[in-house]
């Protein structure tokens, strides 16, 4: 296997609206990352994933951008920006910085261009087709609800845009297209980012024609994504851009990949095909789901286990894996997964186990270090756009308010993106000013500054799990063996790798739960590297407790 150093890192994500507002606007800015920056170094991670900062209308927080090469004005200058990677790489931190090429902001200069005319420069860079008898072009619904075509009187035709209205979609065809992104991708290279996390990058090429996509009786809208994920060109032009621009530097790249399976990751993240590093798979994030995303479903262990397992054998020798339990786009992990009330912090440290302790680069999203939780907003609290889009089309189509708010405190994206709640003070010490979003009402009893001061917190066991991949090479590296497969609480595998081998137990729900490790272990012999309990017997039998993690060098 070989050996690199964003397989040994881990990430931490920014989500910079909601990180840290240092200037009293209610909106999180660079100066407030930089403020923060000794806060990340201490956690111990080395890499920053940074959502995107560029010039923006904000109509998806910052997913829509007017101009790549330039900051969003509430997030601060170029020279701000210069400053974050300078104290960045004092600390030997890297940034991977988001990028946004599926789609740019209508407010773009190419789109401003392109919606002029038809015989426009720019006309190409974006996907125009006329009406097909009165109607938009095909039936594709939008990942924020209505259909993905929006008509554009100037022209008398319609444009795609997979996402809001405001984020039309580029036309990856066009090969000026491509050389602009690659241009701009260079741009940032040469100021000495170290990677990039690619927003939705296997939506970057459409089956040709654009077809219909298939659409259920009681659908609005028919399903275009088979026809845009993982498209025919897709390969081709992600070749292309190792080629012209990512062979050219020492980074890391990892591509959010919906709808990807293990096979066809492979194609995306195999060494050989000169692609991408790593790429985010949605399988898991998908396990509570059913029709759709807001369709709650309950999930089970050995299905968890079972995605974890299938990706780890397809990428352990070709490619490698992130690892991660939620983001800006997904609710918080502990009150998905564990028990954000009574066993807030042990369900919390549990699963930080299982994530830095799996094969795999491990991604933090800001907030999950002190085990901050989902909220339950009024509707009109909320800022998402995909809320407040689905909110109104069900809401139009006669589903009923209590069912639209329980999906909404389950899976909506703001549970992810309130402000960072760094201690007791009003607006969690976020902002002096008047937030974006609301603050988390728990940020009284969650929060950084008393996480800091408490030896047994959330984030001093993600320090000491972050300490532990450092000195044990296994961790990264080894290969996994997985025990108990049938069993729905626990969760337990080995590692080994060279002459180290680990033994990690978990026990995914808050009922005792009893484990016998094999005879072949002796647990009696064993170092326990870390736990999320005390741990007084020694032997090969034990009950764990409600969320109780071990990890033990055998
Ligand atoms: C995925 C991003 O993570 C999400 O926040 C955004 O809304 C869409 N892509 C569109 O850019």
Same mark, same amino acid.
Request: contains cysteine; glycine residues 6%.
């Given at each position: 296997?070989?050996?690199?150093?964003?397989?040994?890192?881990?990430?931490?994500?920014?989500?910079?609206?909601?990180?840290?507002?240092?200037?009293?606007?209610?909106?999180?800015?660079?100066?407030?990352?930089?403020?923060?920056?000794?806060?990340?170094?201490?956690?111990?991670?080395?890499?920053?994933?940074?959502?995107?900062?560029?010039? +923006?209308?904000?109509?998806?927080?910052?997913?829509?951008?007017?101009?790549?090469?330039?900051?969003?004005?509430?997030?601060?200058?170029?020279?701000?920006?210069?400053?974050?990677?300078?104290?960045?790489?004092?600390?030997?931190?890297?940034?991977?910085?988001?990028?946004?090429?599926?789609?740019?902001?209508?407010?773009?200069?190419?789109?401003?261009?392109?919606?002029?005319?038809?015989?426009?420069?720019?006309?190409?860079?974006?996907?125009?087709?006329?009406?097909?008898?009165?109607?938009?072009?095909?039936?594709?619904? +939008?990942?924020?609800?209505?259909?993905?075509?929006?008509?554009? @009187?100037?022209?008398?035709?319609?444009?795609?845009?997979?996402?809001?209205?405001?984020?039309?979609?580029?036309?990856?065809?066009?090969?000026?297209?491509?050389?602009?992104?690659?241009?701009?991708?260079?741009?940032?290279?040469?100021?000495?980012?170290?990677?990039?996390?690619?927003?939705?990058?296997?939506?970057?090429?459409?089956?040709?024609?654009?077809?219909?996509?298939?659409?259920? @009786?009681?659908?609005?809208?028919?399903?275009?994504?088979?026809?845009?994920?993982?498209?025919?060109?897709?390969?081709?032009?992600?070749?292309?851009?190792?080629?012209?621009?990512?062979?050219?530097?020492?980074?890391?790249?990892?591509?959010?990949?919906?709808?990807?399976?293990?096979?066809?990751?492979?194609?995306?993240?195999?060494?050989?095909?000169?692609?991408?590093?790593?790429?985010?798979?949605?399988?898991?994030?998908?396990?509570?789901?059913?029709?759709?995303?807001?369709?709650?479903?309950?999930?089970?262990?050995?299905?968890?286990?079972?995605?974890?397992?299938?990706?780890?054998?397809?990428?352990?020798?070709?490619?490698?894996?992130?690892?991660?339990?939620?983001?800006?786009?997904?609710?918080?992990?502990?009150?998905?997964?564990?028990?954000?009330?009574?066993?807030?912090?042990?369900?919390?440290?549990?699963?930080?186990?299982?994530?830095?302790?799996?094969?795999?680069?491990?991604?933090?999203?800001?907030?999950?270090?002190?085990?901050?939780?989902?909220?339950?907003?009024?509707?009109?609290?909320?800022?998402?756009?995909?809320?407040?889009?689905?909110?109104?089309?069900?809401?139009?189509?006669?589903?009923?308010?209590?069912?639209?708010?329980?999906?909404?405190? %389950?899976?909506?994206?703001?549970?992810?993106?309130?402000?960072?709640?760094?201690?007791?003070?009003?607006?969690?010490?976020?902002?002096?000013?008047?937030?974006?979003?609301?603050?988390?009402?728990?940020?009284? @009893?969650?929060?950084?500054?008393?996480?800091?001061?408490?030896?047994?917190?959330?984030?001093?066991?993600?320090?000491?799990?972050?300490?532990?991949?450092?000195?044990?090479?296994?961790?990264?590296?080894?290969?996994?063996?997985?025990?108990?497969?049938?069993?729905?609480?626990?969760?337990?595998?080995?590692?080994?790798?060279?002459?180290?081998?680990?033994?990690?137990?978990?026990?995914?729900?808050?009922?005792?739960? %009893?484990?016998?490790?094999?005879?072949?272990?002796?647990?009696?012999?064993?170092?326990?590297?870390?736990?999320?309990?005390?741990?007084?017997?020694?032997?090969?039998?034990?009950?764990?407790?409600?969320?109780?993690?071990?990890?033990?060098?055998?």
């Amino acid at each position: 296997m070989n050996k690199k150093w964003w397989k040994e890192g881990v990430v931490y994500q920014i989500y910079p609206r909601s990180f840290k507002d240092s200037n009293g606007d209610g909106i999180g800015d660079i100066r407030g990352i930089i403020e923060k920056l000794d806060y990340i170094k201490n956690l111990g991670t080395n890499i920053i994933w940074l959502g995107p900062i560029y010039k +923006s209308p904000n109509d998806d927080n910052g997913y829509d951008i007017c101009d790549y090469r330039d900051i969003m004005n509430e997030f601060g200058t170029m020279a701000d920006f210069d400053e974050l990677l300078k104290e960045m790489h004092k600390r030997d931190i890297k940034l991977v910085m988001d990028l946004v090429v599926n789609h740019s902001s209508d407010e773009h200069k190419w789109f401003v261009e392109s919606r002029k005319s038809k015989d426009n420069p720019y006309r190409d860079y974006y996907i125009w087709r006329k009406a097909k008898e009165g109607n938009p072009p095909n039936n594709w619904g +939008s990942f924020f609800s209505g259909s993905v075509w929006k008509y554009d @009187e100037t022209t008398d035709e319609y444009f795609l845009h997979l996402f809001s209205k405001k984020q039309p979609d580029l036309n990856w065809e066009n090969k000026k297209v491509r050389n602009e992104v690659y241009d701009m991708m260079k741009f940032w290279f040469d100021k000495g980012i170290d990677g990039f996390r690619m927003d939705v990058i296997n939506l970057i090429s459409k089956v040709p024609g654009l077809p219909d996509g298939t659409k259920g @009786e009681n659908d609005l809208y028919g399903n275009g994504f088979p026809l845009t994920a993982n498209g025919p060109r897709v390969h081709e032009y992600l070749q292309e851009m190792n080629r012209e621009v990512l062979s050219k530097y020492d980074i890391m790249t990892v591509g959010e990949t919906p709808g990807v399976d293990p096979e066809t990751a492979k194609l995306y993240v195999n060494e050989d095909r000169k692609e991408l590093n790593m790429l985010f798979q949605f399988e898991l994030m998908d396990i509570d789901s059913g029709n759709g995303k807001w369709d709650i479903r309950p999930w089970k262990l050995t299905t968890f286990k079972n995605i974890m397992y299938k990706w780890y054998e397809a990428l352990k020798e070709q490619g490698w894996n992130s690892l991660f339990l939620n983001n800006h786009d997904q609710p918080r992990l502990v009150s998905r997964f564990g028990n954000d009330k009574e066993y807030r912090v042990e369900s919390a440290k549990m699963l930080a186990t299982f994530l830095h302790t799996w094969q795999g680069t491990p991604y933090i999203y800001q907030g999950e270090e002190i085990g901050m939780t989902n909220v339950q907003f009024d509707i009109s609290d909320y800022k998402d756009i995909e809320i407040i889009n689905m909110f109104k089309e069900k809401t139009e189509q006669g589903v009923p308010k209590e069912e639209l708010m329980k999906s909404i405190y %389950a899976k909506g994206r703001d549970n992810a993106r309130t402000p960072i709640q760094w201690d007791a003070s009003e607006n969690a010490g976020f902002t002096t000013g008047a937030p974006w979003l609301r603050v988390n009402p728990n940020y009284k @009893e969650i929060n950084v500054e008393s996480a800091l001061k408490d030896k047994d917190s959330i984030f001093y066991y993600y320090q000491k799990l972050i300490k532990l991949r450092k000195e044990h090479e296994v961790i990264v590296y080894g290969d996994i063996n997985m025990m108990l497969e049938e069993d729905e609480k626990i969760f337990a595998y080995t590692r080994k790798f060279e002459n180290e081998s680990l033994l990690v137990v978990l026990n995914f729900f808050d009922k005792e739960a %009893a484990f016998t490790a094999p005879k072949k272990f002796d647990v009696n012999n064993a170092k326990l590297l870390i736990s999320n309990y005390e741990i007084h017997e020694l032997n090969n039998n034990f009950i764990l407790r409600p969320y109780e993690a071990r990890v033990y060098k055998i």
